[in-house]
């Protein structure tokens, strides 16, 4: 779909594969992000000139015409994008050069210790986040448990008050 000859702008969320496909075929985009990584997708996507940003707030038939507008009659767009889609295609090492390279790297070196992830010099409990965890819940609990014990003395005196009352 965005490969299409006649296609030349894309609304989206912004979501990280909508953001490589437009990319991919230099098409420019309207981004509307709506959670999680998507703002941030967008505010790249901005800065490199091939994205106008609508806000979800802001979102209107108006606010899409104007955004729309700008993307289709501003050339800036569309030449960003093919520059960047140019970029991609003439990336100074392929993937699977990379990964030859890598290989190769790891058969005649080995392991190589400053190469290891520091999560593996953590023990279970760290690595599983157990000690920030198993405080938290003792926690919740406990708060959970003396509001509930408040919750009861309140109501107990509430009734022997009306208690009082009707007699």
Same mark, same amino acid.
């Given at each position: 779909?965005?490969g299409?000859?006649?296609? $030349?702008?894309?609304? @989206?969320?912004?979501?990280?594969?909508?953001?490589?496909?437009?990319?991919?075929?230099?098409?420019?985009?309207?981004?509307?992000? #709506?959670?999680? %990584?998507?703002?941030?997708?967008?505010?790249?996507?901005?800065? /490199?000139?091939?994205?106008?940003?609508? !806000?979800k707030? %802001?979102?209107?038939? +108006?606010?899409?015409?104007?955004?729309?507008?700008?993307?289709?009659? !501003?050339? =800036?767009?569309?030449?960003? @994008?093919? $520059?960047?889609?140019? =970029?991609?295609?003439?990336?100074? *090492?392929? @993937? /699977?050069?990379?990964l030859? /390279?890598?290989? +190769?790297?790891?058969?005649?070196?080995?392991?190589? +210790?400053?190469? !290891? &992830?520091?999560?593996? !010099?953590?023990?279970?409990?760290?690595?599983?986040?157990?000690d920030?965890?198993?405080? #938290?819940?003792?926690?919740?609990? #406990?708060?959970? *448990?003396l509001?509930? $014990?408040?919750?009861?003395? &309140?109501?107990?005196?509430?009734?022997?008050?009306?208690?009082?009352?009707?007699?």
């Amino acid at each position: 779909l965005l490969g299409h000859p006649n296609l $030349r702008a894309f609304v @989206s969320h912004c979501g990280q594969n909508s953001l490589t496909e437009a990319v991919y075929q230099g098409v420019p985009l309207v981004c509307v992000p #709506l959670f999680g %990584d998507q703002k941030h997708n967008t505010q790249k996507a901005v800065k /490199r000139k091939i994205a106008v940003h609508v !806000d979800k707030s %802001d979102l209107s038939p +108006d606010t899409l015409k104007r955004a729309f507008g700008k993307v289709l009659h !501003d050339a =800036m767009y569309r030449k960003s @994008s093919e $520059r960047l889609l140019e =970029m991609i295609r003439h990336k100074p *090492f392929s @993937s /699977r050069e990379r990964l030859l /390279r890598h290989v +190769d790297f790891a058969s005649k070196f080995g392991p190589i +210790d400053s190469f !290891d &992830i520091a999560a593996n !010099d953590l023990s279970f409990v760290q690595y599983y986040l157990l000690d920030i965890f198993i405080p #938290l819940l003792i926690l919740i609990a #406990l708060t959970a *448990f003396l509001l509930l $014990r408040l919750l009861i003395i &309140i109501v107990r005196r509430v009734l022997a008050q009306s208690k009082v009352k009707s007699e």
